[in-house]
Structure formats: C-alpha cells, structure tokens
C-alpha cells in the first residue's frame, strides 16, 4: 500500500496569512548554498524540470507538494494542468518508467493563501480525524484535539491533512471494491497522485463538458446507480456527486473528488447529502432521456443500505 509521505508541521510560515505581494517583500531571501551543501533530494528537486510551464506563483508551492513524488522516482516531469480550481489543480504528469505506465494524474490542494476549501462540518459528522499515514487520530491524543478544536495553525493543518487522506483512502477502498474511480498511487505533502484518463491530447471531460450519445445514457445511468450503491455498502456517499465531477471517456465513466466524503451512518445530514447526489445525477440525465424517479430511488437505495444500520449510530433517529 503507498504510504504519505508527509508528517503534522507545528511550525507555520509566518507571512503564510499574508497576501502573496506583501509576503514577499517582508521575506528575507534564504541564503545560497553551495552545491555540494544540498542534499541528494533537494539537487533531485532542482533537476525536476516541468514541461508544463507553470505561473511564477504557482512554481514554488507546485514543485515543493510534488517533491516526494518526484525523488521517489513516481514521476519524471508535469505535462500539463488538466483543471484549476480554488481548492485544488490537477495535472497530467509523465510517470517514471519504474511505474510501467505512460501518464498519472497528480492532484495539488493549494497552500493556505491561494485555497478556499469550503466549510466541510457538514462532512466531517461522524468522521475520525486522519493522521498522514491514513490511520484514525487516537482518542487519547488530547494535544492534537485541542489543536483542531482552538482551530490553531497546527490544528488547521491537521484538518487539511485530514480532509486530503479521506480522498485517498476513499479511492483506496471503492478501487478495491471494483468501483469506477482513478486508481490510488500515493500521497505527497500536499497532493494525491493516481491514475490518469484520457490521452496526449487532453484529459477526459466531465459530463458537464461532453455530449453523451443518446443510445449511451441508459447504460451510463446505469454504471454510476452501481456506484452509489457500492458506496453505500461500503457505508459511504461520495457527497459532491454531480455531472461536474463524472468523467466520461471512450465510453466508461470514472468519479472523482472524494475529499467529503460521507459517513451513511454515523451523519445525522446523510439523508439530505445522498438525497442532494441523486437528485443531481437525476437531473443531469433526465435531460439525456433517461426516465429517472430521484424519490423514488432515493427512498429505495436508504430503505435498503442505510435505514437498517442507522439505529445503531443515532439511537434518536
């Protein structure tokens, strides 16, 4: 199994809250080393030229969250930026020959002065809090808990890291499951690497972007119902699922963005998030003409995946 590459850093830049102009002229320039003065992976970092020609603030942040990645020899350059968003970008990077494969896709979250993560309690709600190797923060680590409840700079950040390994792990497990997602690679500070769909020429569009073939859309509606259910039992829901985040390629769909993730159990808004995916999905290929009953879905797939187990997390329901 990958394993993160990254650990909690109590320590926080101190312009990091500052707008990017203001930091830099307050930054002291660090002082050069001499060659001989970097480490093997910092002259490794140096030597990581990018084809893809990023903008002189997006640089820096880019090449340090691909840093792990690139000296451990997952991926020898970044082609491309395949989406920018507030949250995060995704590019098409060429893998190392080692990886046996042409292309992966790298997804970066954007430093605390670019991004604009939503508000994601709503999510969280019967959610373990997620070190950087993906395993459950204990109970009885009070220093960490307190940190995310004063919601300090170290708090912050294990949030962040938090909300990035839920992604992963989720792939990990619908991958598993034989669900139609990217195939999980590994994790670096600040990023997810995993499989790539599409070609040379450009990445695979989300429904919202494509035409369907008419003759197509049952069978597409079809495959992502299998997914929702397969989330289900599972005990999860994506919580985002919409035509924005299904890629469609040569036929086959591939879901994508799984930082919130829902617990179907455990969230007293499961109902409303599940009912939200559906409705959208619903929506989206009703216009295709797909005869599609959102209520009438909805109120089967939780009578039959979420309704039996919900008594056991919120004995009140």
């Not at 990023?54 to 991926?75: C, H, M, N, V």
């Not at 307190?146 to 839920?166: C, I, N, P």
């Not at 769909?197 to 369907?212: K, Y």
């Amino acid at each position: 199994m990958p394993q993160s590459n990254f650990a909690f850093d109590q320590t926080d830049d101190e312009h990091d809250d500052l707008p990017l102009a203001h930091a830099a002229r307050h930054r002291k320039p660090a002082p050069r080393k001499h060659w001989t003065e970097f480490s093997e992976g910092e002259q490794l970092l140096d030597a990581f030229t990018m084809t893809y020609r990023p903008a002189r603030y997006e640089e820096g942040w880019l090449k340090s969250s691909l840093r792990d990645l690139f000296t451990q020899q997952y991926i020898s350059d970044v082609l491309a930026l395949v989406k920018g968003g507030k949250e995060a970008s995704v590019y098409r990077c060429a893998a190392h020959p080692r990886m046996g494969m042409e292309w992966l896709a790298v997804k970066v979250y954007r430093p605390r002065m670019f991004r604009n993560l939503r508000n994601d309690k709503m999510y969280r709600e019967g959610r373990a809090i997620l070190t950087s190797d993906g395993r459950p923060v204990k109970p009885t680590d009070d220093r960490l808990l307190r940190a995310v409840g004063k919601k300090t700079d170290f708090g912050v950040q294990v949030e962040h890291t938090s909300w990035l390994m839920y992604e992963f792990t989720t792939l990990q497990r619908l991958h598993a499951a034989g669900a139609s997602v990217p195939a999980p690679v590994a994790t670096a500070e600040n990023a997810i690497l995993m499989g790539y769909v599409g070609d040379a020429q450009r990445a695979a569009p989300t429904l919202h972007e494509t035409t369907i073939p008419a003759e197509e859309a049952s069978t597409i509606f079809a495959e992502v119902m299998r997914n929702i259910e397969l989330m289900l039992e599972l005990g999860i829901i994506h919580g985002d699922l919409s035509a924005y985040n299904i890629l469609y390629w040569e036929g086959a769909i591939t879901l994508i963005d799984f930082p919130q993730v829902t617990d179907s159990y455990a969230n007293r808004s499961a109902d409303f998030i599940l009912r939200r995916d559906i409705t959208r999905v619903c929506d989206y290929f009703a216009r295709c003409g797909v005869a599609c009953d959102s209520a009438a879905i909805l109120h089967d797939l939780w009578e039959r995946y979420v309704a039996p187990h919900r008594e056991a997390f919120l004995p009140d329901v």
